[in-house]
T-cell receptor, first 119, second 114 residues
């Protein structure tokens, strides 16, 4: 079955350029999450969408990072004026609904990631 | 090449042995914990979870133990197989914006020798 897909799988860019990374969640999943994973580290939360709105963007490192999900399905992570320190694998995950504090966990399904290299 | 500090803790076992992977978490207010498996070139995959009101949970060939007193989690894999070779992450979860947001640990690389 179709899982979470991310494009491109690899992106090489130059310092100062703008990049967009795309995530296609599993059909029908209302919650969508972006993470960043540096070499040898665990994923680091960036932002979470419930439907079209960003419910928690506390993980975005600075205002160069922005994400949208205009129709509540596909999401795009946008990075302006890229820096070498932005090089990482950017992971997207989706879940059927967000996990509620008192409810059962709705498993997050991860995509394969986009490897971003900033030269 | 890789720099010192980027090498993950590694556990090397023989096929058929039992494996134990340990994890320390930091937030005593975390009330939900998940173990993930990540194979090379793929995203993390959910293995098993446990809530803070439990100290043990079993799945198929896996068991998670939670010790809240010392803020420690462990993942036990029975009869480890070559297909279990991967990096394993624990994640503590805190509620935010209607969801649980995971904070991942650094990970342990499990290598299973046939």
């Amino acid at each position: 079955g179709a899982g979470v897909s991310q494009t491109p799988s690899n992106k090489v860019t130059e310092k100062g350029k703008y990049v967009e990374l795309r995530c296609d969640p599993i059909s029908g999943h209302t919650a969508l999450y972006w993470y960043r994973q540096s070499l040898g580290q665990g994923p680091e939360f960036l932002i979470y969408f419930q439907g079209t709105g960003a419910a928690d963007d506390s993980g975005l490192p600075n205002d160069r990072f922005f994400a949208v999900r205009p129709e509540g399905s596909v999401s795009t992570l946008k990075i302006q004026r890229t820096e070498r320190g932005d090089s990482a694998v950017y992971l997207c995950a989706s879940s059927l609904t967000p996990m509620r504090g008192e409810g059962s966990y709705n498993e997050q399904f991860f995509g394969p990631g986009t490897r971003l290299t900033v030269l | 090449g890789e720099s010192v500090g980027l090498h993950l803790p590694t556990l090397s076992v023989q096929e058929g042995d039992n494996s134990i992977i340990n994890c320390a978490y930091s937030n005593s207010a975390s009330d939900y914990f998940i173990w993930y498996k990540q194979e090379s070139g793929k995203g993390p995959q959910f293995i098993i979870d446990i809530r803070s009101n439990m100290d043990k949970r079993q799945g198929q060939r896996v068991t998670v133990l939670l010790n809240k007193t010392v803020k420690h989690l462990s993942l036990q894999i029975a009869a480890t197989q070559p297909g279990d070779s991967a990096v394993y992450f624990c994640a503590e979860n805190t509620a935010s914006g209607g969801s649980y947001i995971p904070t991942f640990g650094r990970g342990t690389s499990l290598i299973v020798h046939p």
